[in-house]
């Protein structure tokens, strides 16, 4: 209240800045001795008071969700950071993981591999042109990307979406 009440008050801002550091660090000892449900409480308070806010807590608050079981609120998390980074592959196909692994609802995963399967085209299109596939240097390629075919295509696989199946296959092996 008193860094909200006197914002150019030096000591207060120190102050502040402080115990944000130290619940910080409390946050990390706690998360990595496996006490999740206290990180992530230490978290919450640390995302209350960011300003700007920082996406890295909210990716944080998530793997404690996650990590305690919690998979509803980590997928929860995880969605409000990729409203605001609509192009993470990698977080994409962690939510996807997520539904199809934790939470059997492949269905639900589905519409993630495909945003992550349109963003790859676009990547790719926009570095190489529209001919991409024919082009594109396939051994400078993350890794990410194998992944992510592989994934959809063992997905369609199961729901029985056997074209996009073949096609997944097709770039996992090109990949």
Known sequence: NLAAEYPSDY?????????????????????????YER?????????DFEDPMNLNTWYRIAMCHYK?????KAVQSFDYILLRDRQNIPLLLQIAGIYDNDLKRPDLALPYYDEAKTIFKKFQST?????????????ETPDIYYELFLKRADL????????????????????
């Open 127 to 139: 570095s190489y042109g529209e001919a991409f596939e024919l082009i594109m240097p396939v051994d």
């Open 39 to 47: 990180a992530g409480l230490h978290y919450e308070i640390i995302k």
């Open 68 to 72: 305690d079981g919690e998979y509803r």
């Open 156 to 175: 369609n696989l199961r729901l029985e979406n056997y074209d996009e199946a073949i096609t997944d296959c097709n770039w996992s092996v090109l990949l």
């Open 11 to 35: 000591s207060y801002r120190e102050a502040f800045k402080g115990m944000m550091s130290q619940l910080s660090d409390i946050a990390q000892t706690q998360f990595e001795a496996a006490q």
